[in-house]
C-alpha cells in the first residue's frame, strides 16, 4: 500500500470507530436481513501495511442481534494487539510528511 490508500484506509477505520463509541446502546434494525445488511456495511476487512519498519493490521467488525449492536476494532503492530490510538498516530504522522512533501514542492 503507498501512503494515500494507508492513509484512506486509516481515515475510514477511525471514522467508523468513532462513529461507533457507544454502539452497545444502540437498537439494532428489526429485520435479519436489515442486520446482516449492516454489518456488512460497516465492518471494514482485514488490511494490512508497514510503517517505520513495523507490520501493522487492522479491521473492524461490526454484528447486530436481535436487541444490540455490537461493534469491535481489532489492531496489532507486529502481531500484537494495540489500540486505536496508534493507528490515530500513524495517520497524523503519515498526514503531516504529505503535507510537508507538498509545501517542500512548491
Excluded: H
Excluded at 519498519?53 to 503492530?77: D, H, L
Excluded at 496508534?86 to 517542500?104: F, G, H, P, V
Amino acid at each position: 500500500m503507498n501512503a494515500l490508500e494507508i492513509l484512506k484506509a486509516l481515515e475510514k477505520i477511525i471514522s467508523t470507530a468513532e462513529k461507533f463509541r457507544s454502539a452497545y446502546f444502540w437498537s439494532s434494525p428489526q429485520k435479519a436481513a436489515d442486520r446482516r445488511s449492516y454489518e456488512k456495511y460497516w465492518s471494514i476487512p482485514e488490511f494490512t501495511f508497514e510503517y517505520d519498519g513495523k507490520s501493522y493490521s487492522a479491521a473492524y467488525s461490526v454484528e447486530c442481534t436481535c436487541n444490540n449492536v455490537y461493534a469491535r476494532g481489532i489492531y496489532y503492530r507486529d502481531g500484537k494487539k494495540t489500540t486505536i490510538t496508534t493507528l490515530k498516530n500513524i495517520y497524523r504522522k503519515i498526514k503531516e510528511a504529505a503535507n510537508n512533501d507538498i509545501i517542500s514542492a512548491d
